[in-house]
Structures are given as C-alpha cells and as structure tokens.
C-alpha cells in the first residue's frame, strides 16, 4: 500500500503500514504511527 496523506503536524507521507485500529506512514525523516480514527491525516 502507497496511499499518500498529509498530517497537519508531519506533513507529506505515504502509508507503509495498516493494522486494525492504527496506521504506520513513512514521513520521509520518521516513520509514525496514527492511531483510529486518524486525526489530522488527509489522503491526497
């Protein structure tokens, strides 16, 4: 999966990673994980 997103506090990412209740995106210099129901993340 190559989903790309924005966050409000991170910026341009993509999605690297998708469990149940929690999302991991690479944000070039940290990968993070965004926790259900993902807020502050847009798709692109």
Request: charged fraction near 50%; aromatic fraction near 16%.
């Given at each position: 999966?190559?989903?790309r997103v924005t966050h409000?506090?991170?910026g341009l990412g993509r999605v690297v990673e998708v469990e149940?209740?929690?999302v991991f995106v690479d944000f070039g210099t940290r990968k993070v994980r965004i926790p259900a129901p993902y807020a502050k993340?847009?798709?692109l």
């Open positions: 999966m190559e989903d409000d506090k991170y149940r209740d929690a993340l847009f798709p």
